[in-house]
């Protein structure tokens, strides 16, 4: 999904938003920067997880999944290829480095990500969130198409109230590292490469601060 939005005496941005981990949306992405032709890209992980995704793409090395993830990628295979890392974690860097474009992540820096964690989400919640692991490997989605999916694979792991509560901060985080560096303005045309969860609400949150869908 893509928004092309506009605020007079602002940068322009672009907002992509991907499914983590299907090599389909790697190549939208791609296709969209070529399109685009930013000055700079922000993303929606940490800065650590942006060096180490470089780092990934400058010698490649083996990535531990989780549970968690692997259930994920087996469930989003019935919608096509899926790559670890993911593609527009990947192919954003890629970018970045083949055409010294700035990528800048705007998620929490992992050591607040950490504190914050240990003081949202109970011990009580963890181990829920371990029995539900082997509900979901017994569930199969059914959803027509992979942003479906998305949907309801968030609804479910996000039902108990710490986790939802560490997306929200999460998304707090974002728009205000988006606000701030459309703010400083150091450059006039952005890409903004988020995680399908978070499109709808980047938008949403630009709309509200006077940004409109360009109409040329």
Do not use: C
């Amino acid at each position: 999904m893509r928004s092309d939005l506009v605020k007079a005496g602002s940068p322009a941005i672009t907002v992509f938003g991907g499914i983590k981990g299907l090599k389909r949306d790697g190549d939208l992405l791609k296709e969209t920067f070529s399109e685009v032709k930013p000055d700079a890209i922000l993303i929606t992980i940490s800065p650590e997880e942006v060096e180490g995704i470089i780092d990934f793409v400058r010698e490649p090395f083996r990535m531990t999944l989780s549970d968690y993830e692997m259930i994920y990628g087996v469930n989003l295979r019935q919608y096509g290829e899926v790559q670890t890392p993911s593609p527009i974690y990947v192919d954003s860097a890629e970018i970045s480095l083949k055409y010294h474009v700035p990528l800048i992540g705007l998620d929490m820096p992992e050591e607040e990500f950490s504190h914050t964690y240990s003081q949202t989400v109970s011990t009580w919640e963890l181990i829920r969130h371990s029995v539900r692991k082997r509900r979901l490997l017994r569930s199969r989605f059914k959803d027509d198409t992979p942003e479906k999916f998305v949907e309801s694979w968030n609804k479910t792991v996000n039902s108990i109230k710490g986790f939802r509560k560490m997306e929200l901060l999460r998304m707090q985080e974002i728009t205000s590292g988006i606000d701030r560096i459309l703010g400083e303005a150091a450059y006039n045309t952005y890409l903004l490469v988020a995680e399908y969860e978070f499109y709808p609400d980047i938008v949403k949150h630009l709309e509200s601060i006077g940004y409109k869908e360009n109409s040329e």
